[in-house]
């Protein structure tokens, strides 16, 4: 891929994935794939860049949440030490995994969101 081609497909994938991110979405269902598939970024560093990416966004969001009123801080100590637990947690596993099995997880993890995603529409009968 070109440099041009390269720059262009990166500030799409950063964009969509801000989007995403800043609404709540999870970015990194297109930030990673996007990385991996079209920008030819090894799975390490693009689950690396997603995590990155992520700092800025959700400090952004945060202010723009708290600002309209929709942030309640009871229970954040819990929320946030849990959450650091694990991502350290996380890191360290993923470090450890080899490249290809990570895709695979990850892959794993994205038909999930959307099995998710589907069986939550009001579209389907059972539930």
Known sequence: MDAGLSFL????AGFVSG??????MGGGTVLIPVLTLFAGV????AQAAN???FLPMA???LSVHKKNGLVSFKGVIPL???ALITSVAGGFAAAALPGAYLKKLFG??????GVRGLLTLDIFPFK
């Open 9 to 12: 497909v990166f500030l799409a």
């Open 59 to 61: 400090a952004l969001s």
């Open 42 to 45: 090894e799975q390490h560093a």
């Open 108 to 113: 794993v993890f994205l038909i999930f969101l």
């Open 19 to 24: 989007l995403l991110g800043g609404m709540g």
């Open 51 to 53: 995590l990155i990416s």
């Open 80 to 82: 946030v030490l849990s």
